[in-house]
């Protein structure tokens, strides 16, 4: 999403070919809607912070554990860059 005015144009552009190695998924998380509660812990489980999304809040998550907690009726922006593999892109902690 962009939002921009007649004095601020995008330049002449492309994006050029570039062989990329992720080792890792990010993803990226924008509240349109409602309120959440994100937690998050360090790749080895240390427990880091707890914060409260709102409407417009964004968070890029790009290592450790995460969990979302919707308090209300949420509608979320979701991104991961791809390919995304179901069965070997996640890890569940309990």
Same mark, same amino acid.
């Given at each position: ?17 570039? %062989?990329?190695?992720? *080792?890792?998924? *990010? $993803? ?8 959440? %509660?994100? *937690? ?26 995460? %969990?979302?907690?919707? $308090? ?7 991104? %991961? ?9 996640? *890890?569940?902690? $309990?």
């Amino acid at each position: 999403l962009m939002n921009r005015g007649p004095n601020s144009p995008v330049k002449k552009h492309r994006h050029n070919s570039n %062989k990329r190695s992720l *080792s890792k998924t *990010s $993803e990226f998380l924008m509240i349109r809607k409602g309120e959440a %509660k994100l *937690s998050i812990w360090s790749d080895l489980n240390e427990f880091i912070i707890e914060h409260q999304l709102f409407r417009g809040d964004c968070i890029l998550l790009l290592c450790g554990y995460h %969990k979302v907690d919707f $308090e209300t009726e949420c509608e979320i922006l979701e991104i %991961k860059q791809g390919p995304y593999n179901l069965t070997n892109d996640k *890890s569940y902690l $309990e």
